[in-house]
Every structure is written in structure tokens, then in C-alpha cells.
């Protein structure tokens, strides 16, 4: 199984950004799956995530600015993030979850700076 995130980049603050995961290797839409971040010097955090039946969850710092989605036909996750802060900057991971298993993308930079 093999994911690979994209869309990470330099953004100002309040603009937007789309990260896209590719997943390869497993049926797509059976899995869990979302995103995590992590900040130089912070522990690695769930920023949203989304069930194989469509269920989703944010952290508090993500709701009402980003939008997780899925596209089974594409076996793609992606995270819409709006309205972004300088906090907002981080490493961002993707992830599935399958049964016992866990895989990981590789995590693309996202940088809010003017």
C-alpha cells in the first residue's frame, strides 16, 4: 500500500489550499482515512478524518476552515483547507486505516506566511 500526498505549498494568510492523497494498493473506500499535522516542536495532531461509510471528525482548529472529502472512484482523499492561519503550518501527513493496519503517506509542507 503506497500513499502520496500533494498540494502542500507557501500560502498568505486567509488563503486556501487543497491537499490530495493517492492510494494505491488497497480497494479503495473500505479504509479510514485523514489527515494529521505536525508543527516544528509539536507533537503530531489529527486534523480530520473520515470513515469508509462517510463519517467525519475535525480537531477544534479545523472546523469551519477545512473540509475533508474522499473520491472512491479515484481512491483519493483530500483536504480542503480555507482561511488558513500561520498556524496552520505544519507537515502534513496522510494516513489509512484498515483493520489492523495503518499506512502513511509521506507529508507535504504547508507554510502560511505573508
Known amino acids: 500500500v503506497q500513499l502520496q500526498a500533494s498540494g502542500g505549498g507557501l500560502v498568505q494568510p486567509g488563503g486556501s489550499l487543497r491537499l490530495s492523497c493517492t492510494v494505491s494498493g488497497i480497494i479503495s473506500g473500505i479504509y479510514t482515512a485523514g489527515w494529521y499535522r505536525q508543527a516544528p516542536g509539536k507533537e503530531r495532531e489529527l486534523v480530520a478524518g473520515i470513515t469508509s461509510g462517510g463519517s467525519i471528525n475535525y480537531s477544534d482548529s479545523a472546523k469551519g476552515r477545512f473540509t475533508i472529502s474522499r473520491d472512491n472512484a479515484k481512491n483519493t482523499v483530500f483536504l480542503q483547507m480555507n482561511v488558513l492561519k500561520p498556524e496552520d503550518t505544519a507537515v502534513y501527513y496522510c494516513?489509512?486505516?484498515?483493520?489492523?493496519?495503518?499506512?502513511w503517506g509521506q507529508g507535504t509542507q504547508v507554510t502560511v506566511s505573508s
Open positions: 494516513y489509512i486505516h484498515y483493520l489492523a493496519f495503518e499506512y
